[in-house]
């Protein structure tokens, strides 16, 4: 059965640094999203991202973040500038397109920034 | 803006004990409704969902029943088993121009005992 997977498992970074978390969408889907969960709190949509370009984001979804589409299988989230709330468990998502409302994730990326 | 409250965790359990977890929620409008589980390790998978008033979603032993007059909708199965220990999260979608944003509750964790 098709899956998101997501790379890196785990990342370590000190603050300020750049990181770019990676995620492989489910080959026919056109809609992807970012979500993230800080530990003990909800999992908050981050961006939705259609036809190269983002469909919606979250006020989460600062200037320091950003998304993109490199090839035909990638989809990643950047974090220009990595602050201390930022730690999170980042989740990837896909759907097929706008009327399935199914989305599947991605085991995610546990991000920690010292 | 729309919101879903779920019973706080942790949930303890018997196997073979009945299991509700209490979802309600606040919208505008009508929207799809469900509950994913997130089982150790791995991302979250779409348990079941319910797209409209009065519906039921089933599988895997788990039923919700979305209820528009009480804005809710739990989580019930009969007898769970060790197997059933992991993460529930009961959520809504929020359409948004181009695609679909997922509102999730804060998530419930179950743990079944032999």
């Known amino acids: 059965e098709p899956e998101v997977t997501q790379t890196p498992s785990h990342q370590v970074t000190q603050m300020g640094q750049e990181v770019i978390l990676r995620c492989v969408p489910i080959?026919?889907?056109?809609?992807f999203y970012w979500y993230r969960q800080i530990l003990g709190q909800k999992v908050e949509f981050l961006v939705s991202f259609y036809n190269n370009e983002i469909s919606e984001k979250s006020e989460i979804f600062d200037d320091q973040f950003s998304v993109e589409r490199p090839d035909g299988s990638n989809f990643t989230l950047k974090i220009r500038s990595t602050k201390l709330e930022d730690s999170a468990m980042y989740f990837c998502?896909?759907?097929?397109?706008?009327?399935?409302?199914?989305?599947?994730f991605g085991p995610g990326t546990r991000l920690l920034v010292l | 803006g729309n919101s879903v409250t779920q019973m706080e965790g942790p949930v303890t359990l018997s196997e073979e004990a009945f299991l509700t977890i209490n979802c309600t929620y606040t919208a505008t409008g009508y929207p799809s409704l469900f509950w994913y589980v997130q089982y150790p390790g791995e991302g979250l998978q779409l348990l079941l969902k319910a797209t409209k008033a009065d519906d039921k979603g089933s599988n895997k032993g788990f039923e919700a029943t979305y209820r528009k007059e009480t804005t809710s909708f739990h989580l019930e199965k009969g007898s769970v088993q060790v197997s059933d220990s992991a993460v529930y999260f009961c959520a809504l979608n929020d359409l948004i121009q181009g695609a679909q944003k997922l509102v999730f509750g804060q998530g419930t964790r179950l743990t079944i005992n032999p």
């Open positions: 998502a896909s759907s097929e397109d706008r009327n399935k409302e199914t989305q599947y």
């Open positions: 080959s026919n889907h056109l809609y």
